[in-house]
């Protein structure tokens, strides 16, 4: 049995240690909202947060996540207000849609970190996750403007 | 007559067949049908008709849409039910949108080829205003009063001159017992009085949903009982299982069974690829239990294909063009007799979709048939494949119901079921639940790939510099091979190629012939992609060759204002489908996006050292757009420091969403530019995954301007006509920034990304 914390609460998983979190997550704690797109860490749409850092949870064994706190795109917010959630539906940020938990959890880890990030600070932190649909320009945009808003509430 | 002549719109909340759709009898349905046969002969008493789209009134007055076209980022579900909301004046936070199951009732749900707007726009403001006129008269009913006393707004009946309104919800009985009123009689709204449509705004149906995890793509679908399969498919096209080891992947905790599926034979059409499948309680055995796999492949015939090497079967085969799309004056006589002359070669690399969500199914067996759930473009081909797996006749098309998902990404990948077909191929075999996921690496190896193509481009110019002709002819291989193995003809040369705009006195148009190895698809803009790029790369290589300024050539070579004739050139050319008298291809409208582009970039202006702006335009899905790029060179690597296009998609529906789709264009096709290049060694694609098949990110672009020209034209598509000028105005560029002409892409083989 491999206990993991997942948005605050434990649970417990009878599943091999090898086993990626992403699959984890998916198929076995159904939290679906973490996306797969390569397998390989290469275009961040599995983007979970680790003790609030970033990290590719396709290719995150599970057994290297026991005792650490796991954030989902589910657990960002408790109503869906998170500043970057907020800046993502104000500016219409998504097209398809199935990239963009994995953008949110980038973003969000990043204005913890940096709360007033510079456009080259945001293409840094965001050149990991690929968005096919195009939506870039958004993305800087909605990350400025939660960046601002996240400022305004502390 | 029209085709909107013809359509049949009549009140169906009495009809039986609703009630297995499960909406309840009491409510206003309102179906729109198209059925010209029955048109003709004036019957309207069949009870077979197929319903086009719904609107539906429940009796708390909530409005329900039905978008009968699949989501995959274009925006149709934040946009296509607006043109029904707003006609009918509902007030769009008591509106409910469906997603509709596949059915031919909707007439065509083929959500491909930039054209839910154009094929839908005329009949869901009908639906709209049908309801509305119903509920006007329901109404006039109750007040006994004319109706022209009643005005419909913002979901409730007002009685002119009084206090009085009456909420939808009191006039839904009513209205459903009155007969619908002919077509004719309906009276549209004008622009001025819309509420939603063409406005500013208009949030995204699912931005909510999207953004805290909520949403159902095909990858998400969860049943009682499922089972995951993955399949490793034969590496060549028509490749075969001679023998296969499954012993250490049924060690594999958690795998369930191994299952062999049928071998492919051509044609490929939307068939199974064939291969093992490996079958498992979880993704992770699923791909684990498919690496331990021990299988012996027969490769077949298409193991002699290595596109690079092909690149010298298709140079000779422009040597002997076999197929004339269009001839125009004499090209030969003009070009032997020029002042001055040029040639070029252009070559575009092969790609595949990279939709972010790979192909995805879930299948189960159903008393009768099977239930689907997919991520498709195109839920009557996904129901069809279904029938052919089970072997069911057309009369039992009720018993596949195709659920569809949203799409993550679709650009042509997801308009191929054969994703679907191993979903309930599986389902049938195993009697479980299945949904058949594909991996990365599966979407790019066994894709249908937009073709790589080789183009030749001859053009004269004459002492004034004025072009005297121009001669285009192209080979790849063709999409039709996919469905007929004997189609050799380059294709199509309707998308970008015949369909120039230009006003010459000597024009020939040809294609090439060659044979295909692999599963050739339609991929975001197809053809145009290719075309676009040789074409508007070589007005540049002319304007350059006359002295003159690439903005004020291209202006010049499109001409005088004009619907273009194309049959006088004994072209006989498609239109994407549409009427030419309808949707010209009017050259007045193609020079206004240049000129609008050209002042919104500040085209002329004096740039910093190593910089350069490049312009191109295109026509395509009817829809006119130019594109500026700004780069510039530092350390020999390129840099985009401006993009602005200029669109023209006659009446805009939702501007947002023809920005958002601009915005997108342009990177897919900056990514098709940089990095497009799937290969292939003895038949097997060499690239597997987003390192080898690189897409472009976020660190690699400037703000994406588009400016929306405003008109009163016929309202189309968004989806694809963006990308096709986009990778010829950024060479364009890079030679007025460097002198260097790139003919071949993608560019990353020059090490300038």
């Given at each position: 049995?491999?206990e993991?914390?997942?948005?605050?609460?434990?649970?417990?998983f009878d599943?091999?240690p090898?086993?990626p979190l992403l699959?984890?997550?998916?198929?076995?704690?159904k939290?679906?909202?973490?996306?797969y797109?390569?397998g390989k860490?290469?275009c961040?749409?599995?983007?979970?947060?680790l003790?609030?850092q970033p990290?590719?949870?396709?290719?995150?064994?599970?057994s290297a996540?026991?005792?650490?706190?796991?954030?989902?795109?589910?657990?960002l917010?408790e109503?869906?207000?998170h500043?970057?959630q907020?800046?993502?539906?104000d500016?219409?940020v998504p097209q398809?849609?199935y990239?963009?938990?994995?953008?949110i959890?980038s973003?969000?880890?990043?204005?913890e970190q940096?709360p007033?990030?510079t456009?080259?600070?945001?293409?840094?932190?965001?050149?990991?996750n690929?968005?096919?649909?195009g939506t870039?320009p958004?993305?800087r945009k909605?990350i400025?403007?939660a960046a601002?808003?996240a400022?305004?509430?502390k | 007559?029209?085709?909107?002549?013809h359509?049949l719109?009549e009140?169906?909340?009495?009809?039986n067949f609703?009630?297995?759709?499960?909406?309840?009898s009491?409510?206003?349905?309102?179906g729109?049908q198209?059925?010209p046969?029955?048109?003709?002969t004036?019957?309207?008493?069949?009870?077979?008709?197929a319903?086009?789209?719904f609107?539906?009134i429940?009796?708390?007055g909530?409005?329900?849409?039905?978008?009968?076209?699949?989501?995959m980022?274009?925006?149709v579900?934040?946009?296509?039910?607006l043109?029904?909301a707003?006609e009918?004046?509902?007030?769009?936070n008591?509106v409910?949108?469906?997603?509709?199951l596949?059915d031919?009732k909707?007439?065509?749900?083929?959500?491909d080829?930039?054209?839910?707007?154009r094929?839908?726009?005329?009949?869901?403001?009908e639906a709209g205003a049908?309801?509305k006129s119903?509920?006007?008269?329901?109404?006039s009913?109750?007040?006994?009063v004319n109706v022209?006393?009643v005005?419909?707004?913002?979901h409730?009946?007002?009685l002119?001159?009084?206090n009085?309104s009456l909420?939808?919800?009191?006039?839904?009985?009513?209205a459903?017992?009155?007969p619908v009123p002919?077509?004719?009689s309906l009276k549209l709204?004008s622009?001025?009085d819309?509420?939603?449509?063409?406005?500013?705004?208009i949030?995204?149906l699912?931005a909510?949903?999207i953004?805290?995890?909520?949403?159902?793509f095909?990858?998400?679908?969860?049943?009682?009982?499922?089972k995951i399969a993955?399949?490793?498919?034969?590496?060549?096209v028509f490749?075969?299982?001679?023998?296969?080891?499954?012993?250490?992947t049924?060690?594999?905790?958690?795998?369930?069974?191994v299952?062999?599926?049928p071998?492919?034979n051509?044609?490929?059409?939307?068939?199974m690829?064939?291969?093992?499948?490996v079958?498992?309680?979880n993704?992770?055995?699923?791909?684990?239990?498919r690496?331990?796999?021990?299988i012996e492949w027969e490769h077949?015939t298409?193991a002699?294909?290595?596109s690079?090497q092909?690149?010298s079967?298709?140079?000779?085969?422009?040597k002997?063009?076999?197929t004339?799309?269009?001839?125009r004056?004499?090209?030969?006589?003009?070009?032997a007799s020029?002042?001055?002359?040029?040639n070029a070669?252009?070559y575009v690399g092969?790609?595949?979709h990279?939709p972010?969500e790979?192909?995805?199914?879930?299948?189960?067996?159903?008393d009768k048939?099977?239930e689907?759930?997919a991520c498709?473009?195109t839920?009557?081909s996904?129901?069809r494949?279904?029938?052919?797996?089970?072997k069911?006749?057309?009369?039992?098309?009720?018993d596949v119901?195709i659920?569809?998902t949203?799409?993550?990404?679709g650009f042509?990948?997801?308009s191929?079921?054969d994703?679907?077909?191993?979903a309930?191929?599986l389902?049938n075999?195993t009697?479980?639940p299945?949904?058949?996921?594909?991996?990365?690496?599966?979407?790019?190896?066994h894709?249908y790939y937009?073709?790589p193509?080789?183009q030749?481009l001859?053009?004269?110019l004459?002492?004034n510099?004025k072009?005297?002709?121009?001669?285009?002819t192209?080979?790849?291989?063709?999409?039709?091979?996919?469905?007929?193995?004997?189609?050799?003809t380059a294709?199509?040369?309707?998308?970008?190629?015949?369909?120039?705009?230009f006003?010459?006195?000597?024009?020939l148009i040809?294609?090439?012939d060659?044979?295909t190895?692999?599963?050739?698809?339609w991929?975001r803009?197809?053809?145009?992609?290719?075309?676009?790029?040789?074409?508007?790369s070589?007005?540049?290589?002319?304007a350059h060759?006359a002295g003159?300024d690439?903005?004020?050539f291209?202006i010049n070579?499109?001409?005088k204002?004009?619907h273009i004739?194309f049959?006088?050139d004994?072209?006989?050319?498609?239109n994407?489908g549409?009427?030419?008298?309808?949707?010209?291809?009017d050259?007045a409208?193609?020079?206004?996006?240049?000129k609008?582009v050209?002042?919104?970039a500040?085209?002329g202006?004096?740039?910093?050292k190593?910089?350069?702006?490049g312009?191109a335009?295109?026509?395509?899905f009817?829809?006119?757009?130019?594109?500026?790029v700004e780069?510039?060179?530092n350390n020999?690597?390129?840099k985009?420091?401006?993009?602005?296009?200029?669109v023209?998609?006659g009446k805009?529906?939702?501007?947002?969403?023809?920005r958002?789709?601009m915005?997108?264009?342009?990177?897919f096709a900056?990514?098709l530019?940089?990095?497009?290049?799937?290969?292939?060694?003895k038949?097997?694609?060499?690239?597997s995954n987003?390192?080898?098949?690189?897409m472009?990110r976020?660190n690699?672009?400037p703000d994406i301007?588009?400016?929306?020209v405003?008109s009163s034209?016929?309202?189309?598509?968004i989806?694809?006509?963006?990308?096709p000028?986009f990778?010829?105005a950024?060479?364009?560029a890079?030679f007025?920034?460097t002198?260097?002409?790139?003919?071949?892409l993608?560019l990353?083989?020059?090490?300038i990304?």
């Amino acid at each position: 049995m491999i206990e993991l914390t997942i948005n605050g609460a434990k649970k417990q998983f009878d599943i091999d240690p090898e086993m990626p979190l992403l699959w984890a997550l998916r198929d076995i704690a159904k939290l679906t909202g973490s996306k797969y797109g390569c397998g390989k860490g290469l275009c961040g749409a599995c983007t979970v947060h680790l003790d609030g850092q970033p990290i590719r949870s396709c290719v995150m064994p599970v057994s290297a996540v026991v005792g650490k706190q796991i954030t989902t795109i589910e657990g960002l917010s408790e109503n869906g207000d998170h500043p970057v959630q907020q800046a993502w539906m104000d500016l219409n940020v998504p097209q398809c849609g199935y990239c963009q938990s994995g953008q949110i959890m980038s973003a969000s880890a990043l204005i913890e970190q940096n709360p007033n990030p510079t456009d080259d600070d945001i293409n840094n932190a965001m050149s990991g996750n690929i968005c096919r649909c195009g939506t870039y320009p958004r993305i800087r945009k909605a990350i400025h403007q939660a960046a601002k808003l996240a400022r305004e509430v502390k | 007559m029209s085709i909107n002549e013809h359509m049949l719109i009549e009140n169906v909340s009495r009809r039986n067949f609703l009630k297995s759709a499960g909406i309840a009898s009491g409510s206003l349905v309102l179906g729109v049908q198209f059925s010209p046969a029955l048109a003709a002969t004036g019957t309207e008493s069949a009870i077979d008709f197929a319903p086009d789209v719904f609107v539906s009134i429940a009796s708390d007055g909530l409005v329900s849409i039905i978008c009968h076209r699949s989501e995959m980022g274009q925006g149709v579900r934040s946009t296509l039910p607006l043109l029904v909301a707003d006609e009918l004046e509902a007030d769009w936070n008591r509106v409910k949108v469906e997603q509709a199951l596949g059915d031919i009732k909707y007439g065509s749900q083929n959500t491909d080829g930039s054209r839910s707007v154009r094929k839908n726009y005329q009949k869901l403001k009908e639906a709209g205003a049908i309801a509305k006129s119903m509920l006007q008269t329901a109404a006039s009913k109750v007040w006994n009063v004319n109706v022209a006393q009643v005005v419909i707004e913002n979901h409730a009946a007002h009685l002119k001159g009084k206090n009085q309104s009456l909420d939808f919800s009191k006039l839904v009985e009513i209205a459903a017992t009155l007969p619908v009123p002919e077509r004719k009689s309906l009276k549209l709204k004008s622009e001025k009085d819309q509420k939603y449509i063409g406005k500013e705004n208009i949030k995204i149906l699912d931005a909510e949903k999207i953004a805290t995890g909520d949403t159902i793509f095909g990858f998400d679908v969860d049943l009682e009982g499922l089972k995951i399969a993955v399949i490793a498919r034969p590496p060549v096209v028509f490749g075969k299982v001679k023998s296969y080891d499954a012993s250490q992947t049924l060690k594999v905790p958690g795998v369930v069974k191994v299952i062999e599926l049928p071998a492919l034979n051509p044609p490929a059409a939307f068939n199974m690829l064939g291969g093992v499948a490996v079958i498992a309680d979880n993704t992770f055995a699923a791909i684990k239990g498919r690496e331990k796999l021990k299988i012996e492949w027969e490769h077949g015939t298409n193991a002699q294909y290595d596109s690079r090497q092909h690149e010298s079967v298709f140079r000779e085969s422009l040597k002997k063009p076999t197929t004339v799309v269009r001839n125009r004056g004499d090209f030969k006589k003009a070009f032997a007799s020029a002042n001055k002359k040029l040639n070029a070669e252009y070559y575009v690399g092969g790609l595949t979709h990279a939709p972010m969500e790979p192909p995805a199914a879930t299948a189960r067996l159903t008393d009768k048939g099977v239930e689907v759930w997919a991520c498709t473009q195109t839920p009557q081909s996904a129901q069809r494949s279904a029938m052919g797996v089970l072997k069911l006749p057309a009369e039992k098309a009720d018993d596949v119901k195709i659920n569809v998902t949203l799409l993550g990404g679709g650009f042509g990948r997801k308009s191929k079921p054969d994703y679907v077909a191993e979903a309930v191929f599986l389902a049938n075999e195993t009697k479980m639940p299945i949904k058949v996921l594909w991996t990365r690496e599966d979407e790019v190896q066994h894709g249908y790939y937009h073709s790589p193509s080789l183009q030749k481009l001859e053009g004269s110019l004459d002492k004034n510099g004025k072009v005297s002709g121009w001669h285009h002819t192209m080979v790849n291989h063709p999409i039709g091979a996919t469905f007929n193995p004997a189609a050799k003809t380059a294709g199509s040369a309707d998308l970008g190629q015949g369909d120039v705009m230009f006003d010459l006195p000597n024009m020939l148009i040809d294609l090439g012939d060659t044979e295909t190895f692999y599963r050739v698809g339609w991929v975001r803009s197809v053809t145009n992609i290719n075309n676009a790029f040789a074409a508007c790369s070589f007005v540049d290589e002319l304007a350059h060759e006359a002295g003159k300024d690439p903005k004020d050539f291209l202006i010049n070579l499109i001409g005088k204002d004009q619907h273009i004739d194309f049959e006088k050139d004994g072209y006989k050319y498609g239109n994407y489908g549409e009427q030419l008298n309808q949707y010209p291809a009017d050259t007045a409208r193609l020079k206004n996006v240049v000129k609008l582009v050209a002042e919104k970039a500040n085209w002329g202006k004096k740039l910093p050292k190593s910089h350069g702006m490049g312009i191109a335009t295109h026509r395509s899905f009817c829809s006119y757009v130019a594109t500026i790029v700004e780069v510039s060179m530092n350390n020999g690597k390129i840099k985009l420091e401006a993009i602005h296009s200029a669109v023209d998609v006659g009446k805009v529906l939702n501007p947002d969403r023809v920005r958002s789709q601009m915005e997108g264009a342009a990177i897919f096709a900056a990514t098709l530019a940089y990095y497009g290049d799937i290969t292939t060694k003895k038949g097997v694609v060499e690239q597997s995954n987003f390192h080898d098949y690189q897409m472009t990110r976020i660190n690699q672009f400037p703000d994406i301007h588009t400016h929306i020209v405003k008109s009163s034209e016929l309202p189309t598509g968004i989806g694809e006509p963006g990308v096709p000028p986009f990778a010829p105005a950024l060479c364009n560029a890079i030679f007025a920034a460097t002198g260097k002409r790139y003919r071949r892409l993608p560019l990353n083989q020059f090490g300038i990304i």
